[in-house]
């Protein structure tokens, strides 16, 4: 069973940064796509960014140039650098990694940004 174990949230003023961290219980090498989505109060589940087995990367427009996907094999973490904060950031966060037809996804982590 795949276990996915996000961190790094918490509160943070608009214009500040955050690393969040997701890390897997196995080797994230056999993972297709792994990636971020995030889900405000009221909203639907949407889209972050993404980074597949082969290194390529997928960002929402929303955070393009701000947010950043990264993926250590060897520490089987796949991390989202943000940064320039904005309160409609405020969202829990989770980690999602994709194996064939299986998905698998974190219990979240919350980020709120104050204005």
């Known amino acids: 069973q795949v276990q996915l174990v996000e961190s790094g949230g918490g509160l943070v003023q608009a214009g500040g940064s955050l690393r969040l961290s997701c890390v897997a219980s196995g080797s994230i090498l056999s993972f297709n796509v792994m990636g971020w989505y995030r889900q405000a109060p009221g909203k639907q589940r949407e889209l972050v960014a993404t980074t597949t087995r082969g290194g390529r990367t997928n960002y929402a427009d929303s955070v393009k140039g701000r947010f950043t996907i990264s993926r250590d094999n060897a520490k089987a973490t796949v991390y989202l650098q943000m940064n320039t904060l904005k309160p409609e950031d405020t969202a829990v966060y989770y980690c999602?990694?994709?194996?064939?037809?299986?998905?698998?996804w974190g219990q979240g982590t919350q980020v709120t940004v104050s204005s």
């Open positions: 999602q990694a994709v194996y064939s037809a299986y998905v698998y």
